[in-house]
């Protein structure tokens, strides 16, 4: 049986590598803008995350273990994306200044022998200090938000701005390492690999 990480984040890339030793990385193509939002953060994260596994899973002949994920910033009720532009990572930026926000990841485990497909999420709470426009837009040029959802990288100069986090760290950067490693064991899943 082999592991793949549909995902082409190196964020996650280097996580997965602490939960199993061989895993494969094939990112996937499917086109996020074909799932809509209709309100429900978690069933929309972890749509997502399930049709990423499954677009990867399409292109591997054999016996596989497919795990997808998706991260989404929420605040105040609105999804905060990637940024497109600076004046769109400026104004999620201020939106997320000296309030809390939440940070939702989805993993979705699909094995290809069975068709059986294990999901969950995870829900970490973020607090924000009061930013200035100067401490937003000298971080803006950092070019760091661009490729992160929600304009900020926790693990990056983002995490100078967290004054608070209450749930799990990985789970913010993209991976929700521990609720993984609990999965995959529950799963008969080794650290080598081996189910």
């Excluded at 022998?113 to 995870?122: D, L, M, P, Q, S």
């Amino acid at each position: 049986m082999k592991f793949v990480l549909a995902s082409a984040s190196p964020r996650r890339k280097e996580l997965i590598n602490r939960v199993l030793q061989n895993v494969e990385i094939i990112p996937s193509k499917f086109d996020e803008n074909s799932i809509e939002y209709n309100g429900d953060v978690v069933a929309y994260v972890q749509e997502l995350a399930l049709n990423k596994a499954l677009d990867v899973l399409k292109d591997c002949s054999g016996e596989y273990i497919i795990i997808g994920c998706d991260t989404v910033v929420y605040n105040n009720g609105k999804i905060l994306e990637k940024p497109k532009n600076e004046d769109e990572a400026f104004a999620m930026l201020k939106s997320l200044s000296g309030a809390e926000h939440s940070v939702f990841s989805a993993v979705a485990i699909v094995n290809s022998k069975t068709n059986n497909v294990v999901r969950f999420h995870e829900e970490s709470k973020v607090r924000f200090s009061e930013l200035t426009d100067e401490e937003i837009l000298s971080y803006i040029e950092t070019k760091e938000p661009f490729d992160k959802a929600g304009a900020y990288g926790i693990q990056g100069y983002g995490g100078l701005f967290v004054e608070a986090i209450n749930g799990c760290y990985y789970n913010v950067v993209g991976l929700p390492i521990n609720k993984l490693y609990k999965t995959l064991r529950a799963m008969g899943v080794n650290s080598k690999g081996e189910l």
